[in-house]
């Protein structure tokens, strides 16, 4: 048998994987959408994603009802933010619970919209004022039959 992560611990390692995937993950921010507020234990805000792990060492079980649960996991249907939770009663070892979190941040990954480069505009070749448009030429008349 394995000894569970600690909560500071289980979030040290989550914070290790998010930002080793590149996102800029803050710790414990206060989280205010869809009618739920609580102190997410980490977060970007520029790319929406974050983590929470409910433990009771945190005493924070309460903090996110099973409705708030299901508001957020709607609006992560609809793809306006990712939230990783982990409940301290899956006991996972450290190798699991980064194996489950990049596993997450794969899926967040698909799920986005693939961003198309953007189209370069063909530059217009530079004209000097009007003695550069007085040097163009009007196509000469075409002779008629």
Request: proline share 4%.
């Amino acid at each position: 048998m394995h000894d569970p992560l600690s909560e500071d611990e289980g979030c040290d390692l989550l914070a290790r994987v998010f930002r080793g995937r590149g996102y800029a993950v803050k710790r414990n921010v206060m989280f205010k959408e869809e009618g739920v507020e609580f102190r997410a234990d980490g977060w970007d805000a520029k790319a929406r994603v974050g983590f929470e792990f409910l433990s009771s060492e945190a005493d924070d079980h309460h903090d996110l009802t099973l409705g708030e649960f299901k508001r957020l996991m709607a609006a992560q249907q609809r793809g306006d933010l990712a939230l990783f939770v982990v409940d301290e009663s899956e006991q996972l070892t450290a190798t699991d619970l980064a194996a489950a979190a990049a596993e997450f941040l794969d899926e967040v990954e698909a799920a986005r919209p693939r961003r198309r480069p953007a189209k370069r505009a063909k530059k217009k070749p530079a004209t000097r004022g009007k003695a550069a448009a007085a040097k163009k030429r009007s196509p000469a008349p075409r002779k008629r039959r």
